[in-house]
Nanobody, 122 residues
Framework: QVQVVESGGGLVQPGGSLRLSCEASGSGFRIRAMGWYRQVPGKEREMVATITSDEGRVRYADSVLGRFFISGDSAKGTVILQMRSLEPEDTAVYYC???????????????WGQGTQVTVSS
């Protein structure tokens, strides 16, 4: 089993910045990709940003393009989400996700962190 732990988050004023960190680890597993998702009450969890391990390909939700930046070494299980120009609409619980496989196996496991609250308010 891959363990995923987030840190960061908190309260910030509109226009401010925050940084979220995530570490994923699991003996015998190879991390294939990591990403950040967010969820507000009553809505489905949505993708914010993802990064692959092999080629470092990144993908962003349209709503955060140009404001949020994902970086790190997902193969080593560490990623950071730098959030800038935050808006009240960015308020949500942010979850880190890790996709992993066992050596020689194709089945992909999905692991989630506990989530961290981000609140953008004046």
């Amino acid at each position: 089993q891959v363990q995923v732990v987030e840190s960061g988050g908190g309260l910030v004023q509109p226009g401010g910045s925050l940084r979220l960190s995530c570490e994923a680890s699991g003996s015998g597993f190879r991390i294939r990709a990591m990403g950040w998702y967010r969820q507000v009450p009553g809505k489905e969890r949505e993708m914010v940003a993802t990064i692959t391990s092999d080629e470092g390909r990144v993908r962003y939700a349209d709503s955060v393009l140009g404001r949020f930046f994902i970086s790190g070494d997902s193969a080593k299980g560490t990623v950071i989400l730098q959030m800038r120009s935050l808006e009240p609409e960015d308020t949500a619980v942010y979850y880190c996700q890790a996709k992993s496989t066992r050596p020689g196996r194709s089945y992909e496991y999905t692991s989630w962190g506990q989530g961290t609250q981000v609140t953008v308010s004046s």
